[in-house]
C-alpha cells in the first residue's frame, strides 16, 4: 500500500501549485481521499476532502475559492489544486484516504509560499 505525494515547492504569493498523490497496492476508487496540512509548531489540519466517486467535496473555510479537489479513479490518482497561494498556506501538504477501518497516509509534500 502506497500514497505518494508530489507536485510540492516554491512559490510567490498568488501563485499556483497541483498537489497530486498517487495510490498503489489497494482499490483506490472504494476509498475518500483527504489532503491535510501541517505547519510549524501547528497541529495537522484538514484542508479538503473528497468521496470516493467525486461526487462530493468540501473544503476548509480558509481556503474555499482558492483550492480544488478532484480525483481520477482510473489513474488512482488525487489532486490539490492551489491558486492565489498566500504565506500562511506554507505547510507539509499530507495525502490520506479512509475506506471503514483502513486508513493510508503518504508521506507529505512541502510547500513554502514566500517572495
Known amino acids: 500500500v502506497r500514497l505518494v505525494e508530489s507536485g510540492g515547492g516554491l512559490v510567490q504569493p498568488g501563485g499556483s501549485l497541483r498537489l497530486s498523490c498517487a495510490a498503489s497496492?489497494?482499490?483506490?476508487?472504494?476509498?475518500?481521499v483527504s489532503w491535510y496540512r501541517q505547519a510549524p509548531g501547528k497541529d495537522r489540519e484538514l484542508v479538503a476532502t473528497?468521496?470516493?466517486?467525486?461526487?462530493?467535496?468540501n473544503l476548509v473555510d480558509s481556503v474555499k475559492g482558492r483550492f480544488t479537489i478532484s480525483r481520477a479513479n482510473a489513474k488512482n490518482t488525487a489532486f490539490l489544486q492551489m491558486d492565489s497561494l498566500k504565506p500562511e498556506d506554507t505547510a507539509v501538504y499530507y495525502c490520506?484516504?479512509?475506506?471503514?477501518?483502513?486508513?493510508?497516509w503518504g508521506q507529505g509534500t512541502q510547500v513554502t509560499v514566500s517572495s
Open positions: 473528497i468521496n470516493s466517486s467525486g461526487s462530493y467535496t
Open positions: 490520506n484516504a479512509n475506506f471503514g477501518w483502513s486508513n493510508y
Open positions: 497496492g489497494f482499490t483506490f476508487s472504494r476509498y475518500g
